[in-house]
């Protein structure tokens, strides 16, 4: 895909790690079939100008119940902190913070939307920041498990069987893409931030950084694909950069005997750069490594050039993530005569479920009027 067009973001040109799933499921058929845990690795001070909340919300998104607490606290929506978006159509539970400098906490007795509930609510000394937690508990039900292709005989043996190969592969790590929700409805994002970078068209602020995410978001997504394809994107390539695992530190290829097993192990992972204004502190592959990305950035030139213009400061993202705590469970459904499947696993921040769930089957949504 050349940068220099507006092709549309296309997830079926994106390589899978072990082959296109043969199963599909119906998924969110009610909102509780996925539930999302926001995880923190800090411990809040009780004292403070900030009163975080963890909440729980469904059939909403999280900006929306960002206002409200806004307009319940009677603040700014610049004084409420969130970590990150929630999708609507779920059962979600995280925090949010509200600047409350010298005041008494609201009395949450005046809240009128049953759709958001308080869990707990803690004082803080600080605002939480964007990006600011260490990832999310997910659990996820499947219903009516079946083959994909339509007419086919479904063995319930058989489903279970296929399921459980690829539920073991899962554990050892899925393709790190971005998932569908960083590009927008329909991928306009993409076209939007050409427009806005390449012809001058001028954006809300708040637009801006989403649209210079989602470029480098699908170059991204684009070069781990070629190394899928290439059947190297968790295998050593001689000089490339890698990353600890669960944490955000990069280092070079040092020749040490111990990369393969430590790749091997889930210690580290290679990565691919999140293209921008490349600063001298960045650390660069070489060798066979420094060739695949130089042939990778050429296709986008133009992007890289523009998030360069724009002072986006480039970074490496791990092209490989290995979930925690995977489990899961087979449920009959007598009544129906179907087979679920319920999986719970742990994520990392900055990272998409449902590219998870891509590995292992197909997600079958219910049409809805709004998104």
Known sequence: MSSNTHSPVDFSSLAYANGAPQIKADFKVLAEDFQVQEQHAYSLSGEGEHLWLYLQKCGEN???????????????RSAVGMAGQKDRHAVTQ????????GKPDPDWSQWTYPQVQLLDSMRHNR????????GNRFSLRLRNLRQLTDGAI??????????????EQI??????YYGEQRFGKNGANI???????LQGKRVPREKRSLYLSALRSWAFNRYLAQRITADNWNQYVVGDIFQLQGSSRCFSDDGSADLESRLAQGDIHPVGLLIGEIGVKLLQPSAAAEQLQAAWISEFSTWQQALSDARVAADYRALRLIPQDLQWQWLPDAQAQTLDLQLQFTLPAGTFATMLLREL???VEPTRQFA
């Open 62 to 76: 999280s900006e929306w119940m960002a206002k409200q607490i806004a307009k319940w606290a009677g603040v700014p």
């Open 94 to 101: 995280q925090w949010l913070s509200v600047h409350l400098p």
């Open 127 to 134: 605002k939480l920041q964007t990006g600011g937690l260490s």
């Open 154 to 167: 479904d063995n319930t043996l058989q489903v279970i069987a296929d399921l459980s190969i690829r539920l």
């Open 171 to 176: 554990k050892l790590g899925v393709p790190n």
């Open 191 to 197: 076209p939007n931030a050409v427009q806005m970078l």
């Open 361 to 363: 089957l197909v997600a």
